[in-house]
């Protein structure tokens, strides 16, 4: 008797698409920073670009968005503002613009929801996980330096020296780790919320290119991705971006 074939293990379409199209990590291409600026790999989420979000009121949305409504951002190129919620009131929830992204373009081609009443989306995911000022919806300014010191008074498990980050806006020492001595899962959190306290969309002068360089950004920067509330809205579907010019961008 012949073997049975085997069965294909069943993918959802994010999940495909991922597979697909987005194998193997892609490394983030780093923003630009004035020559005096140290860049510590520990801290690699410091100095990274972010995707301008590819979805438009009225291009192809693709999978994860059933029963969501558009969003208008402040422009194009905002990283802050979900470009989709669902739910009112207490329930109101928004999808972040920079998950949503493949992988290939430096998201990581999920749709995630977060409450926006009680700020799990705008004090913590956009802030706490990408480092995004709800003010600029542009990214914080990392350390202009480093420095190492010792601690006095060390408990259980407490760490014997601690890093410390200098603030451009405040020109403060703050500490950009904890005193315990545990793995955290995102290193930049605790200078993220120094930045979010002090900065007020203070940048350090020199500090540019907070984008990946692609068509999405060309298309942005054109204002082909102007919102235009003229038009009705698309039925959910497909997953490609139509540009100006005949460019098809897939996300």
Same mark, same amino acid.
């Given at each position: 008797n012949a073997p049975a074939p085997t069965k294909r293990r069943r993918l959802s379409a994010d999940t495909a698409a991922a597979e697909d199209t987005d194998a193997g990590a892609v490394a983030c291409p780093r923003r630009?920073? %004035?020559?005096?600026? %140290?860049?510590? $790999?520990?801290? #690699?989420?410091?100095? @990274? &670009?972010? %995707?301008?979000?590819?979805?438009?009121r009225h291009g192809k949305r693709g999978s994860g968005l059933?029963?969501?409504?558009w969003n208008k951002a402040r422009c194009a190129t905002d990283l802050y503002t979900p470009r989709f919620v669902k739910g &009112?009131?207490?329930k109101k929830v928004g999808v972040c613009p920079i998950c949503c992204e493949s992988v290939k373009r430096g998201g990581e081609n999920r749709k995630l929801w977060f409450s926006m009443k009680f700020s799990a989306f705008k004090c913590y995911h956009m802030m706490n996980v990408h480092g995004i000022a709800p003010a600029s919806g542009r990214p914080f300014s990392p350390p202009v $330096?480093? @420095?190492?010191?010792e601690r006095d008074n060390i408990g259980k498990n407490e760490k014997t020296h601690l890093r410390q980050g200098k603030c451009h806006k405040c020109k403060k020492w703050v500490p950009v780790e904890g005193i315990k001595d545990v793995e955290t899962k995102v290193n930049e959190i605790f200078w993220w919320?120094?930045?979010? #306290?002090?900065?007020?969309?203070s940048r350090i002068p020199g500090e540019a290119d907070d984008f990946v360089d692609d068509d999405v950004?060309?298309?942005a920067l054109a204002g082909e991705l102007?919102?235009?509330e003229s038009e009705d809205e698309e039925a959910d579907g497909g997953g490609r971006l139509t540009l100006g010019l005949g460019r098809v961008v897939t996300y």
């Open positions: 630009t920073f %004035p020559s005096c600026i %140290p860049q510590d $790999e520990q801290f #690699s989420l410091f100095y @990274r &670009r972010f %995707p301008v979000c590819s979805y438009t059933a029963g969501a409504v &009112r009131g207490t $330096e480093f @420095r190492t010191v919320k120094h930045a979010h #306290s002090c900065h007020k969309g950004l060309r298309a102007d919102d235009d």
